[in-house]
T-cell receptor, first 115, second 113 residues
Framework: GAGVSQSPSNKVTEKGKDVELRCDPI?????LYWYRQSLGQGLEFLIY????????KSGLPSDRFSAERTGGSVSTLTIQRTQQEDSAVYLC?????????????FGSGTRLTVV | GQQLNQSPQSMFIQEGEDVSMNCTSS?????WLWYKQDPGEGPVLLIA?????ELTSNGRLTAQFGITRKDSFLNISASIPSDVGIYFC?????????????FGQGTILTVHP
């Protein structure tokens, strides 16, 4: 597609349930990123994938969080045993490369509410 | 880890006024970026800065990459109602974390017509 597509746009889940968030990057973009935006806060880095390299998972807040990127395209962020503090907007972005001068293109995000 | 302090946190201005916001960092960045986020949308890149001292304009927007590489500012001239939104600075460092951005907390801009 023309932009980064995220689904669902909104998700309400009960505490303790698992959730999966999906990201379709721009076709041909080799780098894909997940960020989390809590209310009134900046964007917090979670994980990034670059081509076939091992992902940088240094921002994942706990082992309840994991992400996959299949076939170098679609990515899924999974949160297990959700907690109320996981409530946030989860933003995905992609870029054609991580080289100098190329900013991200962000999706519109998935707003996750844990009740 | 790296932190960016962005100020002010919010601004309420009249249409036509100029706006200035800035970011400071505890560590050096190789690239500074400024993004704008509209409600319900992801951030959109406004300006990218690649060299210390660089001053770059994009229409009514002007941004500078500080000489120390630890700060940047964004100016918006002659504000209009559609400038409303959240503005974020972001820095990119080198090395193995090259693709990762560190974001400021954001400046919420409100423009009164």
């Amino acid at each position: 597609g023309a932009g980064v597509s995220q689904s669902p746009s909104n998700k309400v889940t009960e505490k303790g349930k698992d959730v999966e968030l999906r990201c379709d990057p721009i076709s041909g973009h080799t780098a894909l990123y997940w960020y989390r935006q809590s209310l009134g806060q900046g964007l917090e880095f979670l994980i990034y994938f670059q081509g076939n390299s091992a992902p940088d998972k240094s921002g994942l807040p706990s082992d309840r969080f994991s992400a996959e990127r299949t076939g170098g395209s679609v990515s899924t962020l999974t949160i297990q045993r959700t907690q109320q503090e996981d409530s946030a907007v989860y933003l995905c972005a992609s870029s054609p490369r991580t080289a100098l001068g190329v900013g991200y293109t962000f999706g519109s995000g998935t707003r996750l509410t844990v009740v | 880890g790296q932190q960016l302090n962005q100020s002010p946190q919010s601004m309420f201005i009249q249409e036509g006024e100029d706006v200035s916001m800035n970011c400071t960092s505890s560590s050096i960045f190789n690239t500074w970026l400024w993004y704008k986020q509209d409600p319900g949308e992801g951030p959109v890149l406004l300006i990218a800065l690649y060299k210390a001292g660089e001053l770059t304009s994009n229409g009514r927007l002007t941004a500078q990459f500080g000489i120390t590489r630890k700060d940047s500012f964004l100016n918006i001239s002659a504000s209009i109602p559609s400038d409303v939104g959240i503005y974020f600075c972001a820095g990119r460092s080198g090395g193995t974390s090259y693709g990762k951005l560190t974001f400021g907390q954001g400046t919420i801009l409100t423009v009164h017509p």
